[in-house]
């Protein structure tokens, strides 16, 4: 029987289908193939109407088939009704994997899917792979990100959730024939909790490090508030968001939120500008995929150079304020 890889779209408060729901379509392909040809499937729970206006997302990242639930209850996210569509979905059609993005949806969702099916599920995945068993090898940091551990589950689906920013998405399209299934949820479910407004947090509108296509980071070498204020300014000029080292975070330059690393975000913006950051590998790994990298260190021999595109041997006090001139020079 042919396996199935379903793969939760999670559709923004924006109207967009979440960037890391691209990235998992394109591990899909990979995974797919290890298991015999897989074919690879969407689900997808919104308000009326929506799935015909991202369908082309389905069918260039080649998706066979889509699930489509829906209604006007689902225009806002609502744990009981969410899981209960998947959980139907599951049910009927038995896939052997499914995936969902570790987004603050997802990390809700999955875990009350998975409880409910009596199945494991592997959370804040960094890498998925297939064993010579056929089964789903999910790897994520833990101990405090001191270890990599690979996780099988044993019983079906076997569910992941992965970070955003992991994958890269695919790099040419995979058109396939989709065929969108529309279907509708049969259980009464009585939503225990009512949304009655969203207010998005201003500073998080501001700062989306999960869809900013530049990053400016700043690391213990910018040293103080008045040195951070800096790498907030440059990510101004430059319409991009602010990133954090631990160092930084730790010497309270910056909100955890805004650490990356393996025991922060993962980023692959296309730009990302390490001011005053060594270049730890529990950094790095957060952001190495990243288009282009550009380093600021006084230090010449700091491994954050090891990866970067572009490099300035020198002190970030006196380069961002250049910089900034500069790019205030470009748009005057
Ligand atoms: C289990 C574990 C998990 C971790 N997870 C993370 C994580 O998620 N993210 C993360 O970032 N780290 C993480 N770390 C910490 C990591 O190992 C490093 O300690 C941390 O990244 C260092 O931060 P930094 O580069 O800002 O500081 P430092 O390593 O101290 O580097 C500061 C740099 O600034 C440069 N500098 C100084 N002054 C200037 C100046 N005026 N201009 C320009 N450059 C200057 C210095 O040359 C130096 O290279 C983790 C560690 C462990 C053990």
């Given at each position: 029987?042919?396996?199935?890889?379903?793969?939760?779209?999670?559709?923004?408060k924006?109207?967009?289908?979440?960037?890391?729901?691209?990235?998992?379509?394109?591990k899909a392909?990979?995974?797919?193939?290890?298991?015999?040809d897989?074919?690879?499937?969407a689900?997808?729970?919104?308000?009326?109407?929506?799935t015909?206006?991202?369908?082309?997302?389905?069918?260039?990242c080649?998706?066979?088939?889509?699930?489509?639930?829906?209604d006007?209850?689902?225009?806002?996210?609502n744990?009981?009704l969410f899981s209960?569509c998947a959980?139907?979905?599951?049910?009927?059609?038995?896939?052997?994997?499914?995936?969902?993005g570790?987004?603050?949806?997802?990390?809700?969702?999955?875990?009350r899917?998975?409880?409910?099916?009596h199945t494991g599920?592997?959370?804040?995945?960094?890498?998925?792979d297939?064993?010579?068993?056929?089964m789903?090898a999910?790897?994520?940091?833990?101990?405090g990100?001191?270890?990599?551990?690979?996780?099988?589950?044993?019983?079906?689906?076997?569910?992941?959730?992965v970070?955003?920013?992991?994958?890269k998405?695919?790099?040419?399209?995979?058109?396939?024939?989709?065929e969108?299934?529309?279907k509708?949820?049969?259980?009464?479910?009585t939503p225990?909790?009512?949304?009655?407004?969203?207010i998005?947090?201003?500073?998080?509108?501001?700062?989306?490090?999960?869809?900013?296509?530049?990053?400016?980071?700043?690391g213990?070498g910018?040293?103080?508030?008045e040195g951070?204020?800096?790498?907030?300014s440059?990510?101004?000029?430059?319409?991009g968001a602010?990133?954090?080292?631990?160092?930084?975070?730790?010497?309270?330059?910056?909100?955890h939120?805004?650490?990356?690393g393996?025991?922060?975000?993962?980023?692959?913006?296309k730009?990302?500008?390490?001011?005053?950051?060594s270049?730890?590998?529990?950094?790095?790994?957060?952001?190495?995929?990243?288009?282009?990298i550009?380093?600021?260190?006084?230090?010449e021999?700091?491994?954050?150079?090891?990866?970067?595109?572009?490099?300035?041997?020198?002190?970030?006090?006196?380069?961002?304020?250049q910089?900034?001139?500069k790019l205030?020079?470009?748009?005057?």
């Amino acid at each position: 029987m042919t396996k199935e890889i379903l793969i939760y779209a999670e559709v923004t408060k924006s109207g967009y289908v979440h960037p890391v729901f691209f990235t998992l379509a394109a591990k899909a392909q990979e995974l797919a193939q290890k298991l015999d040809d897989a074919i690879i499937s969407a689900l997808i729970i919104t308000s009326k109407g929506k799935t015909e206006t991202v369908k082309e997302g389905f069918v260039k990242c080649g998706f066979d088939k889509v699930y489509a639930f829906e209604d006007e209850r689902f225009g806002n996210y609502n744990t009981e009704l969410f899981s209960s569509c998947a959980i139907e979905l599951v049910n009927e059609i038995h896939p052997e994997i499914f995936l969902i993005g570790a987004t603050t949806q997802g990390r809700d969702l999955g875990p009350r899917i998975s409880s409910s099916l009596h199945t494991g599920l592997t959370a804040d995945c960094i890498e998925l792979d297939i064993n010579e068993k056929g089964m789903l090898a999910a790897t994520r940091p833990t101990f405090g990100g001191k270890l990599m551990a690979t996780i099988l589950c044993k019983n079906h689906p076997q569910m992941a959730t992965v970070r955003p920013g992991v994958f890269k998405p695919l790099e040419q399209d995979v058109i396939r024939n989709t065929e969108i299934i529309y279907k509708n949820i049969t259980s009464v479910v009585t939503p225990k909790v009512e949304l009655i407004d969203f207010i998005k947090g201003l500073e998080d509108e501001l700062n989306d490090l999960d869809s900013a296509e530049i990053i400016v980071s700043g690391g213990k070498g910018m040293k103080n508030a008045e040195g951070f204020k800096l790498i907030e300014s440059l990510a101004k000029a430059l319409n991009g968001a602010v990133g954090a080292s631990r160092g930084a975070v730790e010497m309270g330059l910056a909100d955890h939120k805004m650490q990356i690393g393996q025991t922060g975000k993962t980023v692959s913006p296309k730009l990302y500008i390490a001011c005053g950051i060594s270049g730890a590998i529990q950094h790095t790994v957060g952001m190495d995929s990243s288009k282009r990298i550009i380093a600021i260190n006084t230090d010449e021999n700091a491994p954050i150079f090891d990866i970067a595109d572009i490099g300035y041997v020198g002190d970030a006090f006196e380069i961002i304020p250049q910089l900034i001139d500069k790019l205030s020079q470009k748009t005057d």
